[in-house]
């Protein structure tokens, strides 16, 4: 048996070559996988949101959720945007600057809030609100 120390020859190393190969692999995942896409900022100034009293001389459209429409409480039997739109014609030949509420029902399709708007667009009312009801 041999009890002699190690000789000072015979000193320890840590070996770095394999932690340098991993960094190296790491690096090169890293600039792989790396975005270099810019992205530009806007400067916005977002609008406030406020109530406004509800206008007068407002035309008032209804929706149900079954699609049906309600020109200021009366029924109104077509559907289509054409009828629609040559409704809101004869409600608003006396006023100048009519604008048009919608009220939807919340689980009203959005084919027929569309179509509300496209029968505004197609009657010359460039002004169109929703109403809302603020929760409780």
């Given at each position: ?6 000789q ?11 932690l ?100 505004a ?16």
């Amino acid at each position: 048996m041999n009890f002699r120390r190690r000789q000072a020859d015979d000193e320890l190393e840590i070996n770095l070559i394999p932690l340098i190969d991993v960094l190296l692999v790491i690096l090169i995942f890293l600039a792989a996988t790396t975005s270099f896409t810019r992205y530009s900022q806007l400067q916005l100034t977002l609008p406030q949101a406020h109530a406004d009293a509800q206008q007068n001389d407002a035309l008032n459209m209804a929706i149900s959720q079954q699609g049906i429409y309600a020109l200021d409480g009366q029924l109104l039997s077509d559907a289509t945007a054409q009828d629609l739109a040559q409704a809101l014609r004869t409600a608003i030949q006396d006023r100048d600057d009519a604008v048009l509420v919608i009220n939807a029902d919340a689980q009203a399709t959005h084919e027929s809030v569309v179509r509300a708007m496209e029968a505004a667009r197609l009657a010359g009312i460039a002004r169109v609100n929703f109403a809302a009801q603020s929760s409780p």
